[in-house]
């Protein structure tokens, strides 16, 4: 059976949020980044060096997509569970039929 409460709902939205960042980082450092730097011809050590001025500890696309997409992916998963488990209580008819 399923559980469809508020405190199912809000480990779904936990469990999409840590899912979120994982594909985040995965698409960023493996496909987004240098699918970038192939079609627009920019340099990867140019992104890097963006990076690394602003962040030291960023050395690589790996600690680039660590060090700033895990924060950014964070924040959204956070915000729009936010504003999910607000109108939870007026959506949550149409999720019960």
């Known amino acids: 059976a399923h559980h469809k409460d508020r405190k199912t709902a809000m480990k779904g939205m936990a469990v999409g949020t840590v899912c979120m960042i994982a594909a985040g980082v995965l698409l960023n450092w493996l496909v987004l980044i240098p699918a970038f730097v192939t079609f627009a011809g920019y340099p990867m050590d140019a992104i890097i060096g963006m990076g690394?001025?602003?962040?030291s500890h960023i050395t690589d696309v790996l600690s680039?997509?660590?060090i700033c997409v895990i924060p950014f992916n964070l924040i959204k998963g956070v915000l729009t569970s936010a504003v999910t488990a607000l109108l939870y209580k007026h959506v949550s008819p149409l999720l019960h039929r």
């Open 52 to 55: 690394s001025a602003i962040n």
């Open 64 to 66: 680039l997509c660590i």
